[in-house]
């Protein structure tokens, strides 16, 4: 029963102080993709360099995170790199659970996005394993992206993890129970978290390559085709899509003013200008916020 799976990982009996000190509030869409750079490290137990530099975001996100501008002094007190600071907060985050199912439902809607950002490893994996078939675990991953933080805390792992080839690289799309999760999912945060991350790994893609690093242009590169995928998914479905594809003409738009120009644009022209994109990485974003929109590129 479920009462009976709710061991002690789940984020109720988890050590309290030890997520008290990792949390993080994402009141912003931008929020999000420091997770995903804190959180993929943990995931992998490798460099969350890795992770910062698919999204190439830990320096610039939202200013309503008094976690993120700590990160963000501590890197330049100190000179460290972004993948230096990230792992060093990712020590912190709760320890994820063996088998997703040690998780109730409830559990899964009541973790934060650190609790979140770390069970999405778990379930991940369980499903790229086969877990797919079984209906608990598409229970556990409706029930994750049905809130914001549960949401951010999903993408941490699905778009960045190379591992996941059956359930997010697969020719035939995205598995169905993704799929069908991610249709069924608050909109109101999928959507523009989707075009971030499809816009952002674009335009961290080209920086890495005119450095040279071809190893982190891949898996930039990588994140951005999952993140086009998500978002071709969301804007072709019969009732998802209209939402989804009002917020990318809008952030389709706001790519072709002129950042530095006095023109409004709202919430996307003010994302573009924070963002400092060069020329050549604004093109690339419009090119691949046309294809989202399956239009020709103009």
Not at 26 to 36: M, P, Q, T
Not at 59 to 80: F, K, P
Not at 140 to 167: E, N, Q
Request: hydrophobic residues 40%; glycine residues 10%.
């Amino acid at each position: 029963s479920e009462p009976a799976r709710r061991e002690s990982s789940g984020p109720r009996t988890m050590a309290r102080s030890r997520q008290r000190g990792a949390r993080v509030h994402v009141g912003g869409v931008g929020l999000a993709a420091v997770g995903l750079c804190l959180a993929a490290a943990w995931r992998s137990r490798q460099s969350v360099g890795h992770a910062v530099e698919a999204f190439g975001v830990l320096g610039r996100c939202g200013r309503n995170s008094a976690s993120i501008r700590e990160v963000r002094r501590l890197a330049q007190a100190v000179g460290r790199s972004h993948g230096d600071v990230a792992a060093s907060m990712s020590a912190k985050m709760p320890a994820p659970p063996v088998d997703p199912l040690e998780w109730s439902i409830d559990d899964v809607r009541a973790a934060d996005f650190m609790g979140s950002a770390s069970y999405a490893g778990s379930l991940c994996r369980a499903l790229e394993q086969g877990g797919a078939d079984g209906e608990e675990y598409q229970q556990r991953l409706s029930a994750m992206l049905g809130h914001g933080d549960g949401a951010r805390g999903f993408f941490v792992t699905y778009l960045t993890d190379p591992a996941l080839t059956r359930i997010a690289d697969a020719p035939q799309g995205i598995a169905p129970v993704v799929a069908s999760a991610l249709r069924g999912a608050d909109l109101e945060v999928v959507a523009p978290l989707a075009i971030m991350n499809l816009a952002m790994p674009t335009a961290t893609a080209l920086a890495h390559a005119a450095k040279g690093d071809e190893a982190a242009a891949a898996r930039s590169a990588l994140t951005a085709r999952r993140g086009l995928r998500v978002l071709q998914l969301l804007a072709s479905d019969a009732e998802a899509g209209a939402p989804v594809r009002e917020q990318l003409r809008r952030a389709r738009e706001a790519a072709d003013e002129t950042p530095g120009s006095g023109a409004d644009g709202g919430e996307w022209h003010q994302f573009y200008k924070r963002s400092k994109y060069g020329d050549e990485q604004m093109a690339a974003i419009r090119s691949v916020l046309d294809d989202a929109l399956g239009v020709s590129a103009r």
